[in-house]
């Protein structure tokens, strides 16, 4: 039973995603104190977030940032707010994903569901670590991580998903429309920009190997990764 906790201080909505969660067999926990949501997090831990943005005292970006010190569980946010810089912050704040209000709770349910296989499904015991080298870059998929020359990155999944694509075709081009299929299991109500945010994500996240440039955006057809850190030194 997957566990699920719900950071939303409108008591109603809350009340309502737990009861239909339940129904679909989650544990769904709703957040009371929201000046110890750290410690909620860590007493619950849940195998995914629903995290609103409006919140007492911090904003949802902030408590984001704070549970990835801690984990990189799915956090699937949820707001009224509807703009484009919302949906980039949050992401750019370590979130997988945004569900704009009102919204239809079959549409939260199919995305957790979707979020909850792209992050545990691939887990099997006694399954050999799967792994991807390219040079002297290192993708370990389930870990989440990326490490080159001793120095290890972390990624969230939709990163660790991204980079697995790009890394196993390069130097081919890999479409948007692939990319957006293996990212969301429904295309429909994922913003385009969506796309660009997550490949910026990965752009710094190589940056921090000191590697740049390495991934090029092709006009018209999608993405491609070259090996060119080899001659960044």
Known sequence: MAKILIIEDDPKIASLL??????YGYAATITEDFDAIIETFQAVDPDLVLLDINLPSFDGFYWCRQIRQH?????????ARSGEMDQV???????????TKPFAYEVVTAKIRSSLRRAYGEYAPNVKERKIELDELTLFIERMELTKDGKVIALTKKEAVLLEMLMNRSPRVVSREVLLEKLWDDQSFVDENTLNVNVTRVRKKLQELNIENAIETIRGAGYRLISNWGHQK
């Open 18 to 23: 737990q009861n239909h969660l339940q129904k």
């Open 71 to 79: 984990s990189t569980c799915p956090i699937l946010f949820l707001s």
């Open 89 to 99: 912050m949050a992401l750019e704040n370590g979130g997988d994903d945004f569900i």
